[in-house]
């Protein structure tokens, strides 16, 4: 069931977003050198790697690395780099790998290739096991303000409880978290 709401879903908001997100490419590439779209290696379900685009925010070459390891994230934005961020209209080319079934609309964030002790700590606890979401338990209670650690503790409590019902509330909360802005720090 959890697939067939995503995709039905996605289907759903693509339509919907269509112009914004063709709006969104065309400011991208209109504000900054390079592609509209920045294809990242993400770790997926049982930890395979798939590629992830998100609008891209940060100049072309900028390095491969969780934004927080970067030594001036703002620095390296793109003129529009920021908002994207802030109103996580970056995240709407992953309704193609929600579309594709390598992402859910509800899970743990996927974790960059080289996020080798996020992966191992996901391993450990089998959330590898979930797929990954465009949003989740952990992004609704902290997103870039949470160590890993306890990243992965709402992971697994997401994995505890995780339902239907459960996963509307995370949309809601969601909803509600990008609207206010909401623990974005870069």
């Not at 490419?25 to 920045?38: D, E, H």
């Not at 390095?63 to 709407?92: W, Y």
């Not at 996020?115 to 089998?126: E, G, I, N, P």
Request: one cysteine or more; a positive charge.
């Amino acid at each position: 069931m959890k697939r067939l709401f995503d995709f039905a879903l996605a289907l759903f908001a693509s339509a919907i977003l269509f112009v914004a997100i063709v709006l969104i490419a065309i400011a991208v590439r209109l504000t900054s050198k390079g592609p509209a779209l920045y294809w990242s290696d993400r770790v997926g379900k049982n930890n395979k790697i798939f590629k992830m685009p998100k609008f891209r925010s940060m100049k072309v070459d900028t390095p491969a690395v969780a934004t927080h390891l970067l030594q001036d994230p703002k620095s390296v934005l793109t003129p529009i780099g920021d908002f994207l961020r802030k109103s996580s209209l970056d995240e709407l080319p992953q309704l193609w790998c929600i579309l594709k079934g390598d992402m859910s609309f509800v899970g743990p964030r996927p974790a960059l290739f080289n996020q080798d002790d996020l992966v191992a700590l996901r391993t450990a606890k089998d959330v590898h096991k979930l797929a990954p979401g465009l949003t989740g338990w952990a992004q609704v209670n902290g997103r870039d303000e949470l160590p890993i650690p306890q990243k992965v503790d709402l992971d697994v409590e997401y994995m505890r409880k995780q339902s239907f019902f459960f996963d509307i509330y995370i949309l809601w909360l969601t909803f509600i978290k990008v609207i206010r802005k909401d623990g974005v720090s870069h």
